[in-house]
């Protein structure tokens, strides 16, 4: 195995600490790539070792990195437009390693876009997580996306990651809740396309993990936990951090004998359809 040096690879995928996040890389085959990271988002309403959303960031990350072992192509931007994370063995915080170890390999890419599968494990803990991206070069991002540029920013003292964005919630009804993201912070999120701040999709993830939580304890009356089955994103539109966002959850499933529920999701600005997720739970 060959160690790759991260400042290089960061660079070539658009992505910087602290978004990115992994503490090691190997390649493992001409379109294969290890690394290992800490988890460090907030769980929530969640059991597991780490959250979903978590995952869905550093496992499409890596799917980059993947994409450009062997290559020698200039800066890219991959933005992952269709994500399915599944958990396929899980364990509690106890039975996990402090130390995630992930596996990506390229399944099919092209000039354009790019489809990748990574699998990671900590401890018993076992999850597989699916991604396509749009690819674009450095100078094709800069001309769309040069309304979202921004002066560069002076990199935190800590990763924001670490703590949930805050959000703002209507009264429930029956089966449905709408939160709203509040202004953020300058360089919030900070290493995800650096001088062009836009939403990361996990962080949409993080966030309806977090509006489901909150939906079940109204429909249960009680406050619970769960465990993650799966999340599948759909990435729609990428949306400046300048840009307030909401949540809208309708859970379209539930089974309290089962302990089982189906939460459908989309993520608005404005009147655009940024993404759509739908998140499946057991408690």
Not at 255 to 283: K, N
Request: hydrophobic letters at 40%.
């Amino acid at each position: 195995m060959n160690r790759l040096d991260i400042s290089t690879v960061c660079n070539r995928v658009a992505l910087q600490s602290p978004y990115f996040a992994f503490t090691d890389l190997k390649r493992k085959s001409k379109h294969a790539v290890q690394g290992s990271f800490h988890a460090e988002h907030e769980r929530g309403p969640e059991r597991g070792p780490i959250a979903a959303a978590e995952l869905v960031r550093h496992l499409a990350t890596l799917g980059s990195c993947a994409a450009i072992i062997g290559s020698d192509a200039p800066p890219t931007f991959y933005l992952g437009t269709k994500g399915r994370l599944r958990v396929m063995r899980e364990a509690s915080p106890d039975e996990a390693e402090p130390k995630f170890n992930a596996l990506a390999e390229v399944l099919n890419q092209d000039r354009k876009s790019l489809i990748a599968q990574t699998m990671v494990s900590s401890g018993r803990y076992l999850a597989h997580f699916h991604c396509e991206y749009q690819t674009l070069p450095e100078a094709v991002f800069a001309r769309t996306f040069r309304h979202y540029r921004t002066p560069p920013a002076a990199s935190p003292s800590t990763s924001p990651y670490r703590e949930a964005i805050e959000l703002e919630f209507e009264p429930p009804r029956e089966r449905s809740l709408v939160a709203h993201s509040l202004p953020l912070p300058e360089n919030r999120f900070a290493g995800h396309f650096p001088d062009y701040p836009a939403w990361p999709a996990s962080i949409y993830g993080e966030s309806i993990s977090r509006v489901s939580g909150k939906l079940l304890n109204h429909m249960r009356g009680e406050d619970v936990t769960f465990n993650v089955v799966r999340m599948d994103i759909d990435a729609l539109r990428l949306i400046s951090a300048a840009q307030t966002v909401s949540f809208h959850v309708d859970c379209v499933s539930a089974s309290p004998l089962l302990s089982h529920y189906i939460f459908q999701s989309e993520v608005r600005s404005g009147d655009v359809l940024a993404a759509t997720i739908e998140l499946e739970v057991y408690i």
